[in-house]
């Protein structure tokens, strides 16, 4: 299984970013996927999540802004970001079925 998240980058406070995350040796659509991120000394947290359903659920420190959809003739989740601010910066990582796990990406939101 290989899970190859992109879209990340350097952005200003109140601007937007769409990340995207590609998987591929597994049947997606089978699967509950999530977007999580750590920021430096903090602990991984979930960000959104989708379920094969298609039903989302958000946290709440996102709730509002992002948005989470899945293409599953693509195999791929995207997470759209808008009104970004600084403490959303973190390497945002995605999740299939809980055990598949990708790099991450970097997203920085400047102030």
């Known amino acids: 299984v290989q899970l190859q998240a992109s879209g990340g980058g350097l952005v200003q406070a109140g601007g937007s970013l769409r990340l995207s995350c590609k998987a591929s040796?597994?049947?997606?659509?089978?699967?509950?996927i999530g977007w999580y991120r750590q920021a430096p000394g903090k602990q991984r947290e979930m960000v959104a999540t989708i379920s094969e359903g298609h039903n989302t659920n958000y946290a709440d420190f996102v709730k509002g802004r992002f948005t989470i959809s899945r293409d599953n003739i693509r195999r791929t989740t995207y997470l759209q970001m808008n009104a970004l601010q600084s403490e959303d910066t973190a390497v945002y990582y995605c999740n299939v079925g809980a055990a598949h796990w990708g790099r991450g990406t970097q997203v920085t939101v400047s102030s």
């Open positions: 040796g597994v049947n997606f659509r089978l699967y509950n």
